[in-house]
């Protein structure tokens, strides 16, 4: 008999949209793949969460992304209702998420992360910056590049987007690393070893690779695998899956890196952040570094299904 699935989308995080893509990409997969399989639009309403999962899924599959969904909340609801569920359990979920605590505990293992630190919003719109430019500003616990500003020399003003700030009273700001945009893409249990799949190279058709230029139309190209040094391709798979490991993650997850091409070596390469829910569309990130190994869509969203557990 199939296994009953439950694919949870949507959530109320900035990044809705992209989860209900994910979410809806997922759901044909599975039922390709032959699973029995129920769409859920997750809403702030845990009472109607709750009814929509009975009777019992024998399996959730999170697709949601952002706030709400890839911080530990939802994981840590399916823990209590006793559902094995796809991704990572509700304390590395939580810390991924947080970027600053993440670097705090990867960093002292070894792991190359830019400059930064939390500074709180009213100080930034004063200008009052630990950096000289250029330096990046984005929110400390979003995806999707959602909320994140370059400040570049000779900018006399703070950008304007921080007047309607909307995602806490803290923003990290970081030292902003010239050069490329990098992925890699692991998968695995913290237990076992962890597989790092490739690395893409991300090319933005725009000043950076902001929430348009992920999603829109065009708005960027994925060179699989990124034409980049051995070394730094090498180092930068070790990184993610190292990050994969000691954060404690499960399932899949995307690494993301800068490396400034200009200086020798692996001295370039800088760790920015690991997504336990990365986008989940047959051409995210992802999904294209498992295809360029011979991974279709479907394999890959039936791995997670069989490989779903409960962590507590």
């Excluded at 999707?144 to 003003?157: A, E």
């Excluded at 921080?162 to 692991?186: F, H, M, N, R």
């Excluded at 933005?204 to 034409?227: M, T």
Aim: net charge neutral; hydrophobic share 35%.
């Amino acid at each position: 008999m199939a296994k009953t699935v439950a694919v949870l989308m949507g959530g109320w995080s900035s990044e809705r949209e992209v989860s209900l893509s994910s979410g809806r990409s997922c759901a044909k997969a599975l039922r390709d793949k032959g699973y029995t399989v129920r769409e859920i639009d997750v809403k702030r309403d845990l009472k109607d969460l709750i009814s929509q999962l009975e009777p019992k899924p024998d399996v959730a599959f999170n697709a949601l992304h952002g706030r709400g969904g890839e911080d530990g909340c939802i994981q840590g609801v399916l823990e209590i209702l006793g559902i094995p569920y796809t991704h990572s359990a509700p304390l590395a979920s939580a810390l991924a998420m947080n970027k600053q605590k993440a670097k705090e505990v990867l960093k002292p293992m070894g792991v190359p992360c830019p400059e930064g630190q939390l500074v709180h919003i009213d100080e930034l719109r004063k200008g009052l910056v630990p950096f000289k430019p250029p330096y990046v500003v984005k929110p400390n616990n979003e995806g999707s590049s959602v909320g994140v500003y370059i400040i570049r020399p000779g900018d006399n003003k703070p950008p304007r987007g921080l007047d309607t700030w909307s995602y806490g009273p803290y923003a990290l700001v970081e030292k902003y690393i010239p050069g490329k945009e990098l992925s890699v893409a692991v998968m695995g249990t913290y237990t076992q070893k962890a597989r790092a799949l490739t690395v893409t190279e991300i090319k933005a058709n725009a000043d950076f690779y902001d929430y348009e230029a992920k999603y829109a139309a065009g708005g960027s190209a994925h060179v699989i695998p990124a034409p980049i040094n051995q070394d730094v391709f090498n180092e930068a798979m070790r990184i993610a899956a190292f990050a994969h490991e000691k954060l404690g993650c499960t399932g899949v997850t995307r690494s993301d890196f800068r490396y400034n091409d200009n200086e020798p070596g692996i001295t370039g390469l800088f760790y920015l952040e690991t997504n336990t829910q990365p986008g989940m569309t047959p051409t995210s990130l992802v999904p294209e570094q498992a295809a360029h190994l011979g991974m279709s869509f479907g394999e890959l969203v039936a791995w997670l299904v069989e490989n779903a557990t409960i962590h507590a």
